[in-house]
């Protein structure tokens, strides 16, 4: 994905948190929730294995040996703090990262 189209898919992105009402937590408060959610080790390595492709529940789930409610747990949490969002395509879940999922991966995780 070019730069450009990184941007736009950001912006787009940002309007449809917006328009959802998603986007309502003042910026101290959304920072803080988004580090309470990466404090969690599962948590952040799901993100980071999502990459920029998705992944459906169950791989997920298979991939850090959890049951339903803990797999339900994490992702619930990460969607929340939109760092992930999730998607269906022929009856079947899958997660993907959102921009600002991205952004954490690429600025804070590999930059370690």
């Not at 730069?3 to 937590?25: F, I, V």
């Not at 920072?31 to 492709?53: A, D, M, P, W, Y």
């Amino acid at each position: 994905m070019t730069p450009e189209e990184a941007a736009k898919r950001k912006e787009e992105w940002l309007e449809r948190m917006k328009r959802e009402g998603k986007l309502t937590r003042n910026p101290t408060e959304d920072h803080k929730f988004g580090l309470k959610v990466l404090q969690n080790t599962v948590r952040r390595e799901i993100l980071i294995s999502l990459g920029s492709e998705k992944k459906s529940f169950e791989e997920i789930k298979e991939k850090f040996n959890l049951n339903d409610h803990m797999a339900n747990f994490h992702l619930n949490m990460l969607e929340d703090a939109l760092y992930i969002e999730k998607i269906e395509e022929e009856g079947k879940v899958y997660y993907i990262p959102t921009p600002r999922g991205e952004g954490y991966v690429e600025n804070v995780e590999l930059k370690k």
